[in-house]
């Protein structure tokens, strides 16, 4: 959406099991953020990256990986550590000017 | 640490009527945006406001930065039942580049 495509768009996941999130752009932006958000809540930050290459956590990095090995590609891999995965996750990008997130259609990941 | 929290939480109105949300940061911010979420969907960029007290309007929406740069507000004129979701703010603390966002106000609005 918008130039940038999650997938899958849903996921179900059993107990430690890694399982990885495909979020892929094509608006030539640097920077890439994943978000998580669970019901009714807002956006919370797990990783950020503003160049290949090149990433940072977030506010909740604990139990998530990320690879930043292309410009248009940022992968996230939600790791058995991780206690509590059900949630929304959200793919961002933001250009140069940070001029507003432009936000994938997101991948709701459920632990069964 | 650094916080952005809206109220109301939720908000139902009748169509027709006004809504406000209003955004308050517990840190001054470079710059504010606001963004919307459809039931279901995901963030839809709206709108970045710079500006110490700059006030911006889009159709029936207009928004307002604090003179501080610690709070913002999004006021909705004559709600329709398009308006249906939940507004975020979201804005980075001076001197970073990442963006907090708000806690959100989810917007109901009653045919």
């Known amino acids: 959406d918008g130039g940038i495509t999650q997938s899958p768009k849903y996921l179900f996941r059993k107990e430690g099991q890694n399982v990885t999130l495909s979020c892929e752009q094509n608006l030539n932006h640097d920077a890439m953020y994943w978000y998580r958000q669970d019901p009714g809540q807002g956006l919370r930050l797990i990783y950020y990256s503003q160049i290949v290459n090149d990433f940072q956590k977030g506010d909740i990095a604990e139990g998530y990986s990320v690879s930043r090995e292309k410009k248009e590609s940022f992968p996230l891999t939600v790791t058995s550590a991780q206690k509590n995965p059900t949630a929304f996750y959200l793919c961002?990008?933001?250009?140069?000017?940070?001029?507003?997130?432009?936000f994938g259609s997101g991948t709701r990941l459920t632990v069964v | 640490g650094q916080q952005v929290m809206q109220i109301p939480q939720y908000q139902h109105v009748q169509e027709g009527e006004d809504f406000t949300t209003y955004c308050n940061s517990s840190?001054?911010?470079?710059?504010i945006q606001w963004y919307k979420q459809r039931p279901g969907g995901h963030p839809v960029f709206l709108i970045q406001?710079?500006?110490?007290?700059e006030v911006k309007k889009q159709k029936r929406l207009t928004f307002q930065f604090g003179e501080a740069k610690k709070n913002s507000s999004l006021h909705i004129t004559a709600t329709q039942t398009t308006d249906v979701g939940t507004y975020f703010c979201?804005?980075?603390?001076?001197?970073?580049?990442?963006?907090?966002f708000g806690t959100g106000t989810r917007l109901k609005v009653l045919a």
């Open positions: 961002a990008t933001g250009d140069r000017y940070n001029y507003g997130y432009t």
């Open positions: 979201a804005g980075p603390p001076s001197g970073t580049y990442k963006y907090i």
């Open positions: 406001l710079v500006k110490s007290g």
């Open positions: 840190t001054t911010l470079s710059n």
